[in-house]
């Protein structure tokens, strides 16, 4: 095993702050190496700022980091489930020229076994790794193939272990940006830029025994981390949860689990009301049938040019 700190990065809003914390609580008490957190804030208020700052990560380090705004992530069009935050991850060869190897987490990540298992896997020569999304998504894949090939592999962006340095050599940030200039409004506006960007050679498919989704049907019964996905667990009072089948119960309930150990314990149904979860759950349910067959058509010259720089 390697002795090397393990460097995780997370990028989140103040939405996102308290389900960040339950992230960082539970890589911290699944994990035996030393791990250095990096948290970008993409507007988080001063409140869950102090909160996020006061967590408790035992001999671990808990670093704030205050990213400078990029004015292609905040133009963007999002759709309104989403915020500039989700864009950041594609600045951290960027914003963290010091290292050469890091893993990006969803703040709705649940870590269930050691990270190590994941930060270990060598990349060779791939600028990142990450889980085949591809039979799960397919109306973000609508979404974004339309006038390019379909053989490329869609990839869930939500666990990426990056190499930071590889990315810096590609000059990943900048054609980054460039597409995200130039891409319409996707349904999942971080993953359709990332399928635009790079081809399946810039990859390594990570197994699915180190990840699990609800979404998701695999049998993988232990997984490194588990990824609520579209089924936030804040949504919904924890004694239903109760009713769930096994598999989804032994799983979410791990969020109030870890929500414990947060400065957020006292504040875990915030997000609990009816209107909320009924409201969540119609958006979720229109955007599975939301394709857009043609929308790409027009931007693939200029793509292809970018990525050609």
Same mark, same amino acid.
């Given at each position: 095993m390697s002795n090397d700190v393990i460097n995780i990065v997370l990028t989140c809003d103040d939405k996102y702050a308290q389900h960040a914390a339950v992230t960082i609580v539970s %890589? %911290?008490?699944? #994990?035996?190496?030393? %791990?250095?957190?990096?948290?970008?804030?993409?507007? +988080? &208020?001063?409140?869950?700022?102090?909160? &996020?700052?006061?967590?408790d990560v035992g001999s671990n380090v808990l670093e704030v980091v205050q990213v400078q705004k990029i004015d292609a992530f905040e133009n963007y069009k999002y759709p309104r489930c989403y915020s500039p935050a989700i864009m950041y991850r594609l600045a951290i060869p960027e914003i963290l020229p010091h290292l050469d190897k890091a893993l990006y987490l969803d703040s709705d990540i649940i870590a269930v076994r050691d +990270?190590?298992?994941?930060? !270990? +896997?060598?990349?060779?020569? *791939?600028?990142?790794?990450?889980?085949d999304a591809l039979e799960f998504y397919e109306d973000q894949i609508a979404d974004v193939k339309c006038g390019f090939s379909c053989g490329k592999v869609y990839f869930h962006t939500g666990f990426l272990l990056m190499n930071l340095k590889k990315m810096r050599e590609w000059h990943f940030f900048e054609k980054a940006v460039e597409i995200v200039r130039s891409a319409p409004s996707f349904i999942c506006p971080d993953q359709g830029v990332l399928y635009l960007l790079l081809e399946d050679c810039h990859w390594k498919v &990570? /197994?699915?025994?180190?990840?699990?989704?609800?979404?998701?049907?695999? !049998?993988? +019964?232990? =997984?490194?981390?588990?990824?609520?996905?579209?089924?936030? =667990?804040?949504?919904?009072?924890? %004694?239903?949860?109760?009713? &769930?089948?096994?598999?989804?119960w032994n799983i979410v309930h791990k969020y109030y689990k870890y929500l414990k150990?947060?400065?957020?314990? !006292?504040?875990? /149904?915030?997000?609990? #009301?009816?209107? /909320? #979860?009924?409201?969540?759950?119609? *958006?979720?349910?229109?955007?599975? /049938?939301?394709?857009?067959?043609?929308?790409?058509?027009p931007f693939r010259s200029i793509i292809e040019e970018i990525k050609k720089a």
């Open positions: %890589v %911290v008490k699944n #994990t035996k190496r030393k %791990v250095h957190f990096y948290v970008f804030d993409c507007g +988080i &208020l001063p409140e869950n700022l102090g909160r &996020l700052k006061q967590l +990270i190590g298992l994941v930060y !270990d +896997i060598d990349l060779g020569d *791939k600028l990142l790794a990450g889980n &990570l /197994n699915y025994s180190f990840f699990y989704c609800l979404m998701f049907n695999h !049998d993988t +019964i232990y =997984p490194a981390v588990c990824y609520h996905c579209s089924f936030k =667990p804040w949504l919904f009072p924890e %004694v239903l949860m109760r009713f &769930l089948p096994g598999m989804y150990f947060t400065p957020w314990a !006292d504040c875990k /149904n915030k997000y609990v #009301t009816l209107r /909320n #979860t009924v409201e969540y759950l119609v *958006k979720w349910l229109l955007r599975r /049938n939301w394709f857009r067959d043609k929308r790409m058509a």
